[in-house]
């Protein structure tokens, strides 16, 4: 009635979260990280000890509801015990253990206990704090103990996990793939997708969201900006060329630091290696390049370091492991090396028969230095004395290699003093980029108008970023945009609404503007969030029961079936089916196409099976069990880790699904 909420920051089982202790816990979590990374957090970190103290919080009111529950505790001697009795925490005997010898000392600890109270005040509060958490952390891993050690896997289900990762089958199938029925054939109801969810809710479980549009306009140097900064660096250059001490030179005039190390050519900017070989003493500039103009002096150079090369390729991948693709890949690379020969351009080629990332670059490499590509590759090159086609094809683990040596190998480093300066916008142009958001601000009073005055400005370009969660650092590519995500939700005493339009917000170089487009609150998607999904899901149910009907009652072999039905069914062989990978080899994930066939005897068709990718008649050819009866004592072991392995994060996830959490943080953070 009196705001009593106003400080409220969220909500575990029942209990109110104050902002001041969440603060409290926050301001632990925050000296922590200052201990061990010996620096105050930047922005982004205090957005993972917000998290931090938030899943701590969650951790000490939920799980003492189950503590409670089962009349667990912690006695006073077992926490005497832990600091300096026989069970000392791991913490401890690690700080009290002499790194040289590797020995613990208990003795260290009882003085260490002693002359506590005439520690720095930072040193009491932090063994305090250390101290308070010793007796939830103990209790926390009795709880789940009590779990984890109730794990417990039977005889049958070793054996019959271990007879379906190895029991092998030879299956043939028929195959019809969704994509053989035009989308545009297949009309899919709104009532359609609302029941599919609805038969499907448990996979579409989501937590609180928001969707917003947004535009941004960057700061960017304007043309008089960069012209400044040019006229700038044409006056350095005179300079540059004549200063005594260019070390000085550089600290006084760049905005990075000089860096004393000789580099080769593969670490040196493009348009730098394009004047090798260089010479010393002299300014090589001004280069523009990502947003900086750089004056470059050469100030030593010298030769024996780790050589460096520039070659060009064209990959050719064997299109399988067996020798005869082996075979089909060497002959396509000799037919590719003998255009070339005959007076084909290497960059067209490679553009046509490359099969790895240098594709768009015509086969381009770049310069790099020996010991970053595999060895086979890297004894072809760095062997090669001159520029020019290899002879011969050069092998690989990726494939076959045509290869031509653009830059003979180099050992020759050099020592750079480099002057940068960034184009940077002025005051000026900042002011202008502001003054035209608070314009579209100020037109922009609803969606409707939001999205008509942005259609307006053919310059702006409107994004979408959907679901964003409470606790969200950024939007889509938008670094450090947490107060967009704190808008969108609403902060302390003001409710944004769907329409709603922001304020003008400052994220690093640019202005944003956003509008709020819709809210989602935690449980089951809606159909307007899930559209896209929903409707392929449903349209290929469709398209499966288009399929079944013309498949069902076709008698004879597969072919025969195929050859009634049409070109689009498919008749193909799988070998080693493994019925617990649930997979098809060359199809992919089929696993209930694989059960069926594993329930089926060899020769003996399946009826049609709507899969994943399509409908599926299946018929097994073999089934070879394992021979060797395996080590049953062993699976159930292997079994038995993996469950234990997992209960920590189930065991949370679970205790947390049930605290019923209302997390309000964004209102205050």
Known sequence: MFGGNQNVVGEVSGQKIELTDFNNALEQAKQSFVQQQGRQPDEQAMGYLRDQAWNQTIYRIAFQKEFDKLGLAVSDDELTDMVQGRNIHPSIRQAFTDPKTGQFDRAKIIQYLQGLDKLPPDAQAAWQNFEANLGPERMGQKYNNLIKLSTYVTTAEAKRFDENQNTRASMRYLFVPYFSISDSAVKVTDDQLQAYLDKNKSRYKVEDGRSIEYVTIPV?????????????????????????????????????????????????????????????????????????????????????????????????????????????????????????????????????YGTDGTVNTGGDLGWFQQGRMVPEFEKAIFGATSTGLLPNPVKTSFGYHVIKITAPKTTQTYQ???????????????????????????????????????AKEKNLQKQEAKGLGRGDQAVNSLQGAREIVRWAYGTAGKKTAVGDVSEVFEIGDQYVVAVLTGERSKGTADVASLRPELTAAVRNEEKAKQIIGKLTGKTGTLEQIAGTYGSAAQVKTAEGVVLGSGTIPGLGSEPLAVGKAFGLKPGQKSAPIQGEQGVLIVEPVSVQKPTAPSDIVAVRKQLTDQRVGRADGLIYEAVKANANIKDERNKFF
């Open 220 to 352: 960017v140097a304007s043309k008089e900006d960069t012209a400044a900064v040019q006229q700038t660096v044409a006056q350095l250059a005179t300079q540059f060329a004549s200063a005594p001490n260019d070390s000085l030179f550089v600290k006084l005039n760049s905005d990075q630091p000089y860096n004393h190390a000789f580099v080769s050519p593969a670490d040196m900017p493009e348009k730098l290696r394009q004047q090798l070989p260089l010479t010393v003493g002299k300014v090589y500039g001004p280069y523009a390049e990502n947003g900086t103009i750089s004056l470059i002096k050469v100030t030593g150079e010298k030769a024996g370091g780790q050589p460096s090369a520039r070659a060009s390729h064209i990959l050719i991948k064997p299109e399988g492991n067996t020798p005869e693709a082996e075979a089909a890949a060497l002959a396509k690379a000799k037919k590719v090396l003998a255009d070339i020969k005959g007076g084909a351009d290497f960059a067209a080629m490679a553009r046509q």
């Open 416 to 454: 750079l003093a480099t002057v940068q300066k960034k184009m940077e916008p002025s005051e000026a142009t900042r002011e202008a980029a502001y003054t035209r958001a608070q314009t579209l601000k100020g037109e922009a009073t609803d969606l409707e108008s939001f999205r008509k005055v942005v």
